[in-house]
Each structure stands twice: as C-alpha cells, then as structure tokens.
C-alpha cells in the first residue's frame, strides 16, 4: 500500500497543475498561480515520501516529470501567451480574438504563442533530467518548478504590487519575449545550480544555503512578489561562486 502514496501525491501535482492551466486560460492569474504554487508543493513531498518509505521507482520518477511538465511547464507558457496577448491585443487571448476580423491578417496575431516555448523547453529539461545521473546533489540549469514560479511572479506583481513602470515593463512585448528566452535556456544551459539538499545542519558545510534561505526569507518580507527575481538571479550567482571556488567551469 505504502508504494502508492508517492504515485497519489504525483496525482495531485497533476491535478493542481490542470486545475491552474484551466484559470490560465480564463486569465484568472492569481487562482492560476495558487494551485501552480499547491502543485508544487505536491511535487516536493512525492519524492520526499518516496525516499522516506523507500519506495522510489523509475515509473515514480517518469510520473512526476510528466506531472511536471503540465504544472511547472505548459501552465506558465500559457501565463506568458496571456501576458503577451495583453501586451499587444490590450485583451487576454482568446478564440474570439483569433477569429477577430481585425486581426486575422496580421503576423502579430500568432506572436503570443512563443509563449508556449516555455512549456517545449521544460519538457525537454525534465526528459534530459530523468536520464542524466549527475544532478543527484545538484541541478544542472534551473528547475522547472522555480522557472514556474518566476513566470507567475510577473502577472501576481501587477495585480499586487502594481506601478506603472512595472507595467511598462512587464507588458512590453520585447521584454516578454526576451523572457521567455531567457528561462527556456536557462532550463537547458549546462548551468551548475546547488541544491537544497543538506548532508548535514552545520554552517560550515552549508554557507551558502544557509546564507540563500536567509536572504530570500528578508527579500519576500521587504519585496513580496518582486523578491521571486532577486532570489533566482541570487541563486545563479551564488551557485556560480560555489562552483569556481570547487574549481568547476561552468
């Protein structure tokens, strides 16, 4: 019975992750973004409980990437297609709009699909992950579920958090698509990226894990939503500095 619970909690990554791509098509971001974040969470604990009852499988590990490419891959490409939709339409994307006699000629009308590039380089990300038998300590480019979060930050930054100049920003077409370049590569780059996985509790042996989780616990209590960005760029930067200081060229 024991080796089911991991597979059900998996289930619930997938379900939470359907859930969150039905309100991404609705445009609802923030109801989007919660089971995204719930989604997520499932997907922790799955391998969490796997280890802990010692029921870890090859069938386990292909269900949970295959959950994680709907809730931490299609899902934020379907949050960048709306976000671009809005930043050239003014509207979310629709089936109206793609019939819409105003735009039916124009090149522009396709343009929010490379959004969805998002969810080809996390699948291709998760597949190359299954099979690669380095990123048992560490990650090689960034994981799928935090490249997620950092999409969904952007449209829970406008709602919350808004400015106009964040608004210039964040639905400006150029930078959505430099975006959605930026983390598709970041999810394939061969990027060494520590994870947070402690042997031990002493500081010495964890400096910079210790030294991450405080400054992102300071950075969401001063910066809530727009911390998601400061704490991941943090992250590629301390994970380069670990990485020259053991001799490793990334």
Known sequence: MKKHIPNFITSLNLLCGCIALFFA??????TAAVFVFLGIFFDFFDGFFARLLKVESKVGLEFDSLADVVTSGVVPGVVMMQLLSLSLFGVPYSIELFKSSEWQSGIELYVPFVGLFIAIAAAYRLAKFNVDTRQ???FIGMPTPAISIWTLSLPLILIYQYSPFLESLFLNSYFLLGFTLLVSVLMNVELRLFALKFKSWSWADNKIRYSFLI??????????FIAISIILTLYILLSVLSDRRKGINV
């Open 25 to 30: 098509f609705s445009n609802e971001m923030v």
């Open 136 to 138: 048992t300590d560490q």
């Open 215 to 224: 400054i992102s616990a300071i950075s969401i209590v001063l910066w809530k």
